[in-house]
């Protein structure tokens, strides 16, 4: 069914891992991932596990991660490889892939999502770490967001949706509605199931199971950053639904825990993945055992004794049959192989006029190739190499030949959200000038320049930059020349901040000084690594 096969390495390198939630003694500690896989559901199909999560207007998107025990995840795949829609050649912040459904049903894998400005689409494979059927629009319309598929006992199917309030005017609602078996159309105009108005204002991300004669709904309330987990429950699919809070933060430092999906193991445990909203961190990924009292799945453990679940912070790992390999998402890239690291997203759909891994081998050849005509800064840039914070506290390090760029020109490492900050190198009549620069949608100002008298004065062909992210998200860069040591960029250090729905990225960038198309300066990263460095949360 799928091509992996479970890891049989050794625990290798993993301490330097930005972050590692498989504690080696047969326990985990949250979050399982601490990057911005947002709005996530997973799957159990035999004995593997598969997550997909929001990803908007980042390409590749729907990114698809696999474990074998719901505490080590691996990226496999991406479901989109680029975006077969109108106006993806540039950014398009917050807009896109919503809050997806993950589901195995005759024989194959579905993932259905909603794009608020379009409607509902449909994607399937029969390997979820293959390829992916091109994008259907399941059904039209603006505001119609996070659906969920389900086919009942009987064969029919169904499917229960939110809505996105600044697109339709409206919010707190969920709708099931008849859906045709291939996935391929909605039936009917739905019957609104729920409504949140009152008791559970946002209610929204509505995922749909069965258990035990019993229709569930699990779904989010009260907004992404303070939300709570909320079930629904019914003899009928169409209802009336009992309601219950069965997670919320509750005396714990994990606010808003909500958002997600719910998977049972062949010897009985239940478990709930989810979402925290950790500000430029993104949304990040925790792991709730639940218990089932009285029919209703009780999340987390109730530590303050209000009958509501809190989120734990240590917990003994998911009981799977047997002990699997640590394993985390992977940060670092060598660029060997002739693929970039599934980690890398573009702001855009990639044009082959950005980069190559064909000129030498290991070797990642970004072209400086002009910003769009609209754009004011790199905030509106397409051509941005960007991944998610990786872990609480770590480094990233790029090395860099730099022979390739032409006079104005420059390439550099950039941490980006609202704001964003970079070191970068440019060519200069006289030779090289390293600098570092902050900047926001609208205007970009550069903060310091090497002088002559800096340490890194004397630039070579070679060039390392580095930014190290402490754990509350301050960014403080370096540069190091061939033969010297890293020297501080010095700068205050600079507060991440989060984008449109998604949290701060770091990646890597090349620009040309005009608009022009034309294309040969280039830089060369010979490397970029990751690794984690001490925090004290």
Same mark, same amino acid.
């Given at each position: 069914?799928?091509?992996?096969?479970?890891?049989?390495?050794?625990?290798?390198?993993?301490?330097?891992?930005?972050?590692?939630?498989?504690?080696?003694?047969?326990?985990?500690?949250?979050?399982?991932?601490?990057?911005?896989?947002?709005?996530?559901?997973?799957?159990?199909?035999?004995?593997?596990?598969?997550?997909?999560?929001?990803?908007?207007?980042?390409?590749?998107?729907?990114?698809?991660?696999?474990?074998?025990?719901?505490?080590?995840?691996?990226?496999?795949?991406?479901?989109?490889?680029?975006?077969?829609?109108?106006?993806?050649?540039?950014?398009?912040?917050?807009?896109? =892939?919503?809050?997806?459904?993950?589901?195995?049903?005759?024989?194959?894998?579905?993932?259905?999502?909603?794009?608020?400005?379009?409607?509902?689409?449909?994607?399937?494979?029969?390997?979820?770490?293959?390829?992916?059927?091109?994008?259907?629009?399941?059904?039209?319309?603006?505001?119609?967001?996070?659906?969920?598929?389900?086919?009942?006992?009987?064969? +029919?199917?169904?499917?229960?949706?939110?809505?996105?309030?600044?697109?339709?005017?409206?919010?707190?609602?969920?709708?099931?509605?008849?859906?045709?078996?291939?996935?391929?159309?909605?039936?009917?105009?739905? @019957?609104?199931?729920?409504?949140?108005?009152?008791?559970?204002?946002?209610?929204?991300?509505?995922?749909?199971?069965?258990?035990?004669?019993?229709?569930?709904?699990?779904?989010?309330?009260?907004?992404?950053?303070?939300?709570?987990?909320?079930?629904?429950?019914?003899?009928?699919?169409?209802?009336?639904?009992?309601?219950?809070?069965?997670?919320? +933060?509750?005396?714990?430092?994990?606010?808003?825990?909500?958002?997600?999906?719910?998977?049972?193991?062949?010897?009985?445990?239940?478990?709930?993945?989810?979402?925290?909203?950790?500000?430029?961190?993104?949304?990040?990924?925790?792991?709730?055992?639940?218990?089932?009292?009285?029919?209703?799945?009780?999340?987390?453990?109730?530590?303050?004794?209000?009958?509501?679940?809190?989120?734990? =912070?240590?917990?003994?790992? $998911?009981?799977?049959?047997? @002990?699997?390999?640590?394993?985390?998402?992977?940060?670092?890239?060598?660029?060997?192989?002739?693929?970039?690291?599934?980690?890398?997203?573009?702001?855009?759909?990639?044009?082959?006029?950005?980069?190559?891994?064909?000129?030498? $081998?290991?070797?990642?050849?970004?072209?400086?190739?002009?910003?769009?005509?609209?754009?004011?800064?790199?905030?509106?840039?397409?051509?941005?190499?960007?991944?998610?914070?990786?872990?609480?506290?770590?480094?990233?390090?790029?090395?860099?030949?730099?022979?390739?760029?032409?006079?104005?020109?420059?390439?550099?490492?950039?941490?980006?959200?609202?704001?964003?900050?970079?070191?970068?190198?440019?060519?200069?009549?006289?030779?090289?000038?390293?600098?570092?620069?902050?900047?926001?949608?609208?205007?970009?100002?550069?903060?310091? +320049?090497?002088?002559?008298?800096?340490?890194?004065?004397?630039?070579?062909?070679?060039?390392?930059?580095?930014?190290?992210?402490?754990?509350?998200?301050?960014?403080?860069?370096?540069?190091?020349?061939?033969?010297?040591?890293? =020297?501080?960029?010095?700068?205050?250090?600079?507060?991440?901040?989060?984008?449109?729905?998604?949290?701060?990225?770091?990646?890597?960038?090349?620009?040309?000084?005009?608009?022009?198309?034309?294309?040969?300066?280039?830089?060369?990263?010979?490397?970029?690594?990751?690794?984690?460095?001490?925090?004290?949360?």
């Amino acid at each position: 069914m799928s091509s992996l096969q479970p890891p049989n390495g050794s625990r290798g390198s993993y301490q330097k891992e930005p972050w590692v939630s498989d504690q080696g003694d047969g326990t985990f500690i949250n979050p399982v991932l601490h990057a911005d896989y947002s709005d996530p559901d997973i799957i159990r199909v035999g004995n593997d596990f598969y997550m997909t999560a929001s990803s908007f207007g980042h390409i590749p998107g729907l990114p698809i991660l696999h474990s074998y025990d719901l505490v080590n995840w691996r990226l496999i795949n991406h479901a989109i490889p680029r975006m077969e829609l109108a106006g993806y050649d540039q950014p398009q912040h917050g807009n896109g =892939v919503w809050a997806p459904a993950i589901r195995f049903h005759d024989g194959k894998f579905w993932i259905f999502y909603g794009d608020p400005d379009v409607g509902i689409f449909m994607t399937t494979a029969v390997d979820p770490a293959g390829e992916w059927s091109p994008l259907h629009l399941v059904k039209e319309g603006k505001g119609l967001i996070d659906p969920c598929p389900f086919w009942d006992d009987d064969g +029919q199917a169904y499917l229960v949706h939110a809505f996105a309030n600044s697109r339709a005017g409206i919010k707190h609602l969920l709708r099931m509605c008849k859906m045709a078996q291939d996935g391929a159309a909605l039936l009917d105009e739905g @019957i609104i199931v729920f409504d949140g108005t009152q008791r559970h204002p946002t209610t929204e991300g509505p995922k749909l199971y069965k258990r035990g004669g019993c229709y569930y709904i699990f779904a989010p309330a009260g907004g992404v950053a303070t939300g709570w987990q909320l079930v629904l429950r019914s003899r009928s699919l169409y209802g009336p639904y009992e309601e219950k809070v069965v997670l919320h +933060q509750g005396d714990s430092s994990v606010n808003g825990p909500h958002q997600g999906g719910w998977v049972e193991l062949d010897g009985g445990e239940s478990w709930f993945i989810h979402f925290q909203d950790k500000g430029a961190y993104g949304r990040i990924v925790h792991l709730q055992p639940v218990r089932w009292e009285d029919d209703w799945p009780m999340m987390g453990i109730d530590s303050n004794v209000d009958g509501i679940g809190e989120p734990v =912070v240590r917990h003994k790992k $998911p009981n799977v049959g047997a @002990i699997y390999a640590v394993e985390t998402p992977a940060a670092s890239d060598t660029f060997e192989g002739g693929k970039l690291g599934l980690q890398w997203q573009w702001q855009g759909n990639p044009d082959e006029a950005w980069a190559t891994l064909d000129a030498k $081998p290991g070797r990642l050849r970004l072209f400086a190739h002009p910003m769009p005509d609209k754009a004011a800064t790199l905030f509106d840039t397409p051509q941005l190499l960007l991944q998610k914070f990786p872990g609480l506290a770590f480094e990233a390090t790029a090395d860099l030949e730099i022979s390739g760029l032409a006079v104005g020109d420059r390439a550099g490492l950039i941490v980006f959200g609202y704001s964003y900050a970079y070191a970068a190198v440019r060519r200069d009549q006289g030779g090289f000038v390293l600098f570092a620069a902050e900047g926001d949608a609208v205007t970009e100002r550069v903060l310091w +320049q090497m002088s002559a008298s800096s340490p890194v004065s004397s630039l070579t062909d070679s060039l390392s930059l580095r930014v190290t992210v402490a754990n509350d998200a301050l960014c403080s860069f370096a540069c190091r020349t061939e033969g010297l040591e890293f =020297v501080r960029v010095p700068l205050p250090p600079f507060p991440a901040r989060e984008s449109r729905w998604v949290g701060a990225k770091v990646g890597l960038f090349a620009l040309r000084a005009d608009r022009s198309d034309a294309m040969g300066s280039f830089v060369d990263i010979t490397s970029f690594g990751i690794m984690g460095v001490s925090s004290h949360e």
